[in-house]
Structures are given as C-alpha cells and as structure tokens.
C-alpha cells in the first residue's frame, strides 16, 4: 500500500504495475484475458471425503428432534448426489446450517474443534 495510487492505478488499469512486471515473463494472452472464477469442487468433497461428515450433519438423529426437514426427503437428496446428481450446494448448506446450529444455538460445537 505503500506504492502511490497513480502507479498502482496507472491508466485506471488495476494492478497495472504487476501487469507491466508479468509482460516481461508471460505472453501478453495471459495478461490481458478475462479474469476467470474458481470453482470449488464441493460436490466431490461431500461425495467422497466428507462423506461422514454428511451423514452426520444431514441425516443425523437431530432431523427428528430439529422436525425441520423430512427424513426422506433428506436421504433422497444425499442418494442422488451419492449416484452422481450434483446436489452439492444444497447439501453444503445443510451441512453449515446443522454445523451452525450446534455452535450458536445447542452449544454442542465450540468454535475450533474437530468435527
């Protein structure tokens, strides 16, 4: 931050010194491309290394207790995804939401442990 504006900012291009910098190592279709977003692949995280963690956030006995969703609908959800429908998000959500709930409201997850 320490680098004046009108240098950082040179021609309202952002990051225009790096820029000038990167054309002496790269070709100028790199620099000058759309910016391109990141995808993160939660889908595969929750089909396959989270698995557990689904199970126990999403179809845990507190769907029962909680009464907020249908057991069924839930186990249909985690099925289709598990056979390759993404349904990624959904469960991402659910899973905060239940993760969420344990911390804020049942006081059964402090913040930092291991889930």
Do not use: C
């Amino acid at each position: 931050m320490k680098i004046p504006q009108h240098v950082r900012f040179s021609g309202g291009v952002p990051k225009s010194l790096v820029r000038r910098l990167a054309r002496r190592y790269l070709p100028a279709h790199i620099i000058d491309r759309k910016k391109q977003g990141f995808v993160a692949p939660v889908g595969k995280w929750l089909r396959d290394d989270w698995s557990d963690l689904v199970e126990d956030t999403v179809l845990g006995s507190h769907v029962e207790r909680r009464n907020w969703f249908d057991r069924a609908a839930l186990e249909r959800i985690v099925a289709e995804h598990r056979r390759g429908q993404d349904r990624g998000y959904l469960l991402w959500t659910l899973v905060i939401l239940e993760l969420w709930m344990r911390m804020a409201v049942d006081g059964t997850l402090k913040s930092g442990s291991a889930i």
